[in-house]
């Protein structure tokens, strides 16, 4: 376990990991709380598992996931394997907006189901959905076609 190390220009608590030093309840010293580094998992409803898909996605931090917005962030959820779920969807806007993850309802949910819809298509290939392995191993015979 890190000893606290001390610190006469700061009152925040600071520990010493591998020769870095670090904030309690933050990152390095050097980064700040919240800004460009906040994780993705500090938006209220995104959690560790969207987290990890995010960085799969290529989108690693907060200020990223808000940058590219809900739509094209989710797209390229898709693009990377994550299966398309419209709850899954609605609450990524909602924690964009800042919003309880349930507060979506009515017209609202109705709007946010047509762009959904919209994203999941631009995601599927215009083949039948297979993808490009697929449609190879068709063209060779390896498996039956569809």
Known sequence: MAAPAASSSSKARQFSVTGRQFKALGGP???????D???VSSIRNLGPVMEAAFAK???TSAQALRDVGPDAAYLRLLQ????PHFIGYYVLVMALQGRP?????GAEKAALRVR????KAQAVPDDGGLSAL???LDVIGVRKPR
Do not use: S
Request: overall charge negative; glycine content about 14%; aromatic content about 6%.
């Open 37 to 39: 580094l906040a994780p």
């Open 29 to 35: 010293l050097d980064a700040p709380l919240g800004g």
């Open 134 to 136: 697929d449609a190879a």
């Open 101 to 105: 993850w349930n507060d979506c309802k």
């Open 80 to 83: 990377t394997g994550t299966t």
């Open 116 to 119: 959904f819809d919209a994203v």
């Open 57 to 59: 996605a290529g989108i």
